[in-house]
């Protein structure tokens, strides 16, 4: 699944680093006649915010004080106000992270001093965009450098506003709201992956003749996740030195490997294409999943059972348009057969709520810290998890060499699916094969045309439930290798992390389980080697037709695609099946009944015994 779980939003100190809300559109006001000329409305800007003051500014330091979330804290911003590089550094709660832009580069610190480099998805036209808003680059020449379209005037809660579309060089279009009798930026809304971002500006203040924004809301549009920044303290300053916003060096010496040794390797269970293992939190053995699309994470049964205290109500994303609440944590350790990473804030996050879908539940979830420490060989013919000391790492047996950039914690490749080009997420952590997302899909004009195909629920992440036509899907090439006919779900989810319009799709286990798959991220490298011999359960789709989550009786229908042998037999959404083949259902594992139904001969009759309907029988067929 991808996850995202950002720690912390941090505060911009003049546009800010927008929250997310569902739909920009919820915060725009009526249209007014007349349309706003860009170039008088960024003068008068200029002239309200301080004028020629600015021209002399070098560099600005704010200090801000933090609340929400249900947590309070500060936060730290330096800005080049004269090219835009920035930097913030944030103590939020049990969390630290910094983030900075030397102009070029954009990077993450977290509180373990793991420094990432940041280029996937939107992240570095994210970044750009920061960058012109915080330097004011709109007032310079030719909008330095921008395009700059007038969206008209808008009413809201009784104030009109002044709208420009905003495209910087090298970053996205934003709308930034600027009050028609004050002159001074009220609001941006700017898309951010998959959500669009919200951020008001208020309460003005003179500082060294130019005006600042004392308070920064970061809204969701639910105030329960809206983030509070207001200024403490601000100054100019001459410019700091380069090496205030460059990327620093990693300066991390929190994991180890028992006895010094190269490695340590340990089994593990594929379940629904899932990679489940123990794990050692505090010394105490879980079941986690390992996600490359997530983060390090514990449930709250699991802090309950440790003795753990969460604090917060962060907000997680990922598939599905809902998303799920998490607080933050402190633990000792984490033990991974002979590897272990001490003193690490994870989000407590209930993941126990995809148990019905996942047929199972674990401990928590194993992703981007613990793989950004060591190199990770998952090993899809052996079944097992080696994890190398970087340091002592030989690639020479590894396979083909791919390289990635990260989006968040995610890894993105480029690949091609059809001939046309884009942005990949590879990650374990997902059941499907192939997933494009719906603007990819639009975007390329992609259709099942005269393939065999169905449509309906195909997955179930964070978010809920996620939909696509799947079909038997054109070439997938990654790297030197060609998948010539993948399980390929075309989305049609218009929230959530698959319709995500700054990447093209999701890789997931389906395509990887081909593979010894080796994850590099200190060089941002991952390696494929086919596995040798056969690959059970490779390139099946539901021969029934439906989507089932557990039940206290069995099993609930979900959905039904529509002419599937399922729907046939006639069974509706809603319903429980209480036994399958004469068998209660409770005694077969869901993920061993959707196995079945992808893999049991095109002709095979399951019969489903069905409370309130007695006994109705499903006749398999393929369907892509």
Known sequence: MRTTFAFLALAASVAGTPAYAADPHRILGADKAGTANPAEVLAANKSASGGTAWDAKAAVRIEYAYSGQGMTGSVVSVDDVQSGRWLDDAKVGPATETQGFDGSHTWVRDQSGTV??????DTLQLAFNEAYR???LWWRPDFGGATVVSGGEKIYGGATFEVLTVTPRNGKAFDAWFDAKTHLLSRTVESQGPQVATTTLSDYRLYDGVALPGKVIASTGDPKYDQIESITAAAFEPMPPDSTFAMPANKVADFSIAGGAAATTLPFQLVNNHIYAPVAVNGKTFVFIFDSGGVNVVTPSTARALGLESVGHLQGNGGGSGHMDFGLTKVQSLGI???TIKDQVLPVAPLEELAPSEGMTGGGMIGFETFRRFVTVVDYGAKTLTFIDPA??????AGAPIPFQFDGNT???EASYGGHCGGFIVDTGARMSLTLNTPFVKANGLSAGSAKS???VTGWGIGGPTRAVVLRGAPLVIGPFTVAHPVAELSTDSAGSNSDAALSGNIGAGILKRFIVTLDYGHQLIYLKPVAGTVADLDTFDRAGLWMNTDPQGYTVIDLM???PAHQAGLNVGDVVTAVDGKPALSVPLYEMRRRLRDDAP?????????GKGDLKVTLRDLI
């Open 116 to 121: 990432t480099q940041q280029s996937g998805g």
């Open 411 to 413: 890894l993105v490749v």
């Open 562 to 564: 529509d002419g599937a």
């Open 134 to 136: 915080r330097a004011n």
């Open 337 to 339: 057969a002979g590897a």
């Open 392 to 397: 002592k790492f030989d690639a020479k047996d």
């Open 603 to 611: 002709g095979t009759v399951v019969t489903f015994t069905v409370k």
């Open 454 to 456: 169905v449509t309906g």
